[in-house]
C-alpha cells in the first residue's frame, strides 16, 4: 500500500431541499474542476430564515483529495 497525501480545500454548498442535498451538489460541482477527491467531513452547518421557516440550507466542507505523481526519490 502507498502513503497517501491530501490537499484539503474548503467547500460551501447550499440547497433549498435538504443539508444531504447541499453536501451533494457542494461535491458535484467541485468534482469538474478537482480530480481525486477521497474524502469529506463536514465542518459546518448552518441555514437562512425567511418568513418563520427555513429557506435553505448550508454546509461547509472539508473535502481531502490525493494529490498525483509520484514522489522523488
Given at each position: 500500500m502507498k502513503d497517501h497525501v491530501?490537499?484539503?480545500v474548503e467547500l460551501v454548498g447550499s440547497s433549498e431541499t435538504?443539508?444531504?442535498?447541499?453536501i451533494k451538489t457542494a461535491i458535484a460541482r467541485a468534482s469538474r474542476t478537482?480530480?481525486?477527491m477521497r474524502w469529506f467531513e463536514v465542518a459546518?452547518?448552518?441555514g437562512h430564515i425567511e418568513a418563520g421557516a427555513v429557506?435553505?440550507?448550508q454546509v461547509t466542507?472539508?473535502?481531502g483529495?490525493?494529490?498525483e505523481g509520484e514522489?522523488?526519490?
Open positions: 491530501y490537499k484539503v435538504s443539508i444531504e442535498d447541499a478537482i480530480r481525486n459546518e452547518t448552518r429557506a435553505h440550507f466542507l472539508r473535502v483529495f490525493t494529490i514522489p522523488e526519490a
